[in-house]
T-cell receptor
C-alpha cells in the first residue's frame, strides 16, 4: 500500500534555530498535507499543498510540494517553545472518501 | 467552536473485556475516521465511515468493529480487548470535499 516516510524521526534543537523535515513516498501524490500534534491533543492541519512545485507559508512555517510529486518538505524558522510537538505529513489514498495516509511523524523537542 | 469530542481521555480495561470508544462531532461532517497512534508507527487507520450506517475497513481492522447509527456519532468497539490494543486512539471527521481533518483529543487506552 501507499506509505510515507518521514525524516528525521526526532529532532532536538535550541530555541531560535531553524528546522527542516521531509516526507517521501514511492507513490505519486496530488495533495500533500502537514499536521502538528501538540502534547496531549489531536493533530491540527498546518498547511495543504495542491500543486507540484508549490511553496506555501503559514507564519514561520513554509512547506513545499516536491516537483517529482513524491516528496514534501516543511521548514520552521526561528523556533520557539510552542513549536514542540509531533509533525505529520499526510496524503490522500487511492481509495477516496477523503481518506489519508500519514507518515510516522517527526518529534520536535526544543531546549530553551 | 467546532469540535470532535471523544468520551474518555484515559481508559484502563482488562483483557477480554468489550470496550466502546465514542466519538461525536458537531460539524455535520459526512466522513469520520478512527486511527490508532503508536510511537514510530504514526497514525494507522482502523475504520472509516462516509455516511450513516456505512463503514469500511482501514489498514488494521482486525479485532475492531465500528458503528455509525447517527451522522454525528462514530463508535469504535474492541470486541475482546487484548494487551496489544494498548494505544492512543484518535477520532477525526471531515466534510465530503476536504482533507482538513478535525481530530479529537484522543483516548489513551491501556489493556491489562
Amino acid at each position: 500500500g501507499q506509505q510515507l516516510n518521514q525524516s528525521p524521526q526526532s529532532m532536538f534543537i535550541q530555541e531560535g534555530e531553524d528546522v527542516s523535515m521531509n516526507c517521501t513516498s514511492s507513490s505519486i501524490f496530488n495533495t500533500w498535507l502537514w499536521y502538528k500534534q501538540d502534547p496531549g491533543e489531536g493533530p491540527v492541519l498546518l498547511i495543504a499543498l495542491y500543486k507540484a512545485g508549490e511553496l506555501t507559508s503559514n507564519g514561520r512555517l513554509t512547506a513545499q510540494f516536491g516537483i517529482t510529486r513524491k516528496d514534501s518538505f516543511l521548514n520552521i524558522s526561528a523556533s520557539i517553545p510552542s513549536d514542540v510537538g509531533i509533525y505529520f505529513c499526510a496524503g490522500p489514498t487511492f481509495q477516496g472518501a477523503q481518506k489519508l495516509v500519514f507518515g510516522q511523524g517527526t518529534r520536535l523537542t526544543i531546549n530553551p | 467552536d467546532v469540535k470532535v469530542t471523544q468520551s474518555s481521555r484515559y481508559l484502563v480495561k482488562r483483557t477480554g473485556e468489550k470496550v466502546f470508544l465514542e466519538c461525536v462531532q458537531d460539524m455535520d461532517h459526512e466522513n469520520m475516521f478512527w486511527y490508532r497512534q503508536d510511537p514510530g508507527l504514526g497514525l494507522r487507520l482502523i475504520y472509516f465511515s462516509y455516511d450513516v450506517k456505512m463503514k469500511e475497513k482501514g489498514d488494521i481492522p482486525e479485532g475492531y468493529s465500528v458503528s455509525r447509527e447517527k451522522k454525528e456519532r462514530f463508535s469504535l468497539i474492541l470486541e475482546s480487548a487484548s494487551t496489544n490494543q494498548t494505544s492512543m486512539y484518535l477520532c477525526a471527521s471531515t466534510s465530503g470535499s476536504s482533507y482538513g481533518y478535525t481530530f479529537g483529543s484522543g483516548t489513551r487506552l491501556t489493556v491489562v
